[in-house]
Each structure stands twice: as C-alpha cells, then as structure tokens.
C-alpha cells in the first residue's frame, strides 16, 4: 500500500511540474532605459510642429545618434508607456492588447521609464525571433488606459510609437538573463497620428513598417 501511495503521488507530482512547464511563460525587460545597453528618451510635442513625427537617439543617448527634437523629454505618471509583443511585425501592430504599462520618471530621468522584467502571457519560455513595439501616449488624467483609446480619439491625443523590433535572444525560462528591449531609440510624440496608425486602430490590422528617422 505503501509503494501504491508512493508511486501516486510521484505520479501526480512529475504531471504537475509538466503541466506547469507548458503553461510557463516566457519572459523579457523592456524599457527605454537599461544600464549599459539604452537610453532613448521621449520626447513630447514640438511647439512649433505638434504633427511632425521624428525619432532617433540624440547626441546624449545610448547608442549616441544626431537626432534633435523642439519638445521636452515626457515626465511624470501622465503619461503611459506600453510594451507589444507579436510572431511578425504585422502581427504587433495589429495588436491592442499591451503586455504591460509603465509611467514616466521626472527630474533628470525625464522621459524615461524604469526598466522591468515581465513575461510575455501568450509565448513559452525559449520561443525565438519575438517581435516587440514601444507605443506611448498621454493619458488623459489616467482616463486614457490602451491603444484602442487612443486610436478612437480620432488623433486628439499625443502619441508615438517606436519601430517594430526583434529580440535578438529567445524569450527566457525566468527573470535571470532575459532579452531586453536595447533596439528602442527616442522619437517625439505628435498630435495627429500618421494615417497608417489611424487605420491601425480602426481596421485592427497593418503592414507598413515605421522607418527610423537618423
């Protein structure tokens, strides 16, 4: 009986830890600012062109780049920043479900948000070439809380999205030696979203990758 009993729960124990493993998630850091690898502020509207979009790192970033902007680096919890994942770059800018959210920092860190570990809800640990997005928009007072928000504003609320990038490793098992989101640079915030982005949150689908500003 005793042997019964043993062989059960090794039985149940050994099924637990499987299920456990398919269901496991993998997981990544993202953000615009982590230590040694990228530091890509954001910027807000320029004054004296609210439409323009502009992105690429400035002199001060990391890696260095030539970009300039009119506006200031966003600060402060009012606005959000949200990470996307997708198989395909397609795929991530049809998506309106974020991974996760963040804030801004303020002060000197101003346009920058704290860089995290999360896990992706939809991909396992070790699932390779993941495609990832960084979509930033003011919220409003908090009132604003996902892209589709922000889309069904009609381009009344400032926004601005990164290009659609690849980890260059394999989502990882845990938070130790996660691939992070180093491809990010700066870009600026505009009022009126180009009008792929608009198709984007009302069609729910788009094929057009964002160039990269110098």
């Known amino acids: 009986m005793k042997t019964t009993t043993a062989t059960a729960l090794a039985i149940l124990l050994l099924g637990s ?3 456990s493993s398919l269901s496991a998630q993998g997981h990544f850091q993202w953000g615009n600012s982590i230590s040694r690898i990228v530091r890509a502020p954001i910027y807000g509207l320029d004054p004296m062109h609210p439409t323009q979009s502009r992105s690429g790192n400035t002199a001060a970033g990391m890696p260095a780049g030539t970009q300039t902007y ?3 680096p966003i600060e402060g919890p009012g606005y959000t920043a949200a990470i996307y994942t997708g198989d395909t770059a397609a795929q991530v800018m049809a998506s309106i479900t974020h991974v996760q959210l963040d804030t801004f920092r303020s002060g000197p860190n101003a346009g920058l948000t704290t860089s995290q570990v999360t896990s992706d809800p939809n991909r396992p640990p070790g699932t390779a070439n993941v495609h990832y997005q960084l979509r ?7 009132t604003i809380t996902c892209w589709a ?6 381009g009344s609320i400032p926004c601005g999205v990164s290009d659609v990038l690849v980890f260059s490793t394999p989502l990882s098992v845990g938070p130790l030696g996660p691939p992070n989101t180093g491809g990010i640079r700066s870009f600026q915030l505009t009022a009126v979203p180009e009008p792929s982005l ?3 949150g009302v069609l729910g689908f788009g094929t057009l990758f964002f160039r990269r500003r110098k």
């Open 136 to 142: 930033v928009w003011d919220n409003q007072g908090g």
């Open 149 to 154: 928000q922000v889309m069904a504003a009609g």
């Open 198 to 200: 608009v198709a984007l």
């Open 17 to 19: 830890a499987a299920a």
């Open 70 to 72: 009119g506006g200031v």
